[in-house]
């Protein structure tokens, strides 16, 4: 099983930036995928999730209206469109995959998202 994003880096306020997540070795279409994020010394935080099909989207109340999730199963990836950054948006940003049959949740190793000016 592999996670891997990419897309991350510094940034001023207000501008923006394209996460992805590209999965491999788990059946991509069957699990719920999400984006967290920890920044420095604080606890990891769920920042948006999708259904399997693409069809439920939820996010965080401190990113509604900025950030967007998607997702293709075709190709295997999710997608985080970040807008509007600010420097509390300043994190390590992780793709999880979920499938809650059987308790199971995959993480990636991160992509670091830094604004400031």
């Known amino acids: 099983v ?12 207000g501008g ?8 491999s070795g788990f059946t991509f279409s069957s699990y719920v995928m999400s984006w967290y994020r920890q920044a420095p010394g604080k606890e990891r935080e769920l ?13 965080a109340d401190s990113v509604k209206g900025r950030f967007t999730i998607s ?3 075709a190709k295997n990836t999710v997608d985080l469109r970040v807008n509007s950054l600010k420097p509390e ?10 499938r809650a049959l059987y308790a199971e949740r995959y993480w990636g190793q ?7 000016s």
């Open 47 to 59: 920042v948006a999730v999708i259904n399997t099909t693409g069809g439920n989207l939820n996010y």
């Open 2 to 13: 592999q996670l891997v994003e990419s897309g991350g880096g510094l940034v001023q306020p």
């Open 16 to 23: 923006s930036l394209r996460l992805s997540c590209a999965a």
């Open 110 to 116: 991160g992509t670091q998202v830094t604004v400031s």
């Open 71 to 73: 997702r293709d199963n």
């Open 89 to 98: 948006d300043t994190a390590v940003y992780y793709c999880s995959a979920y």
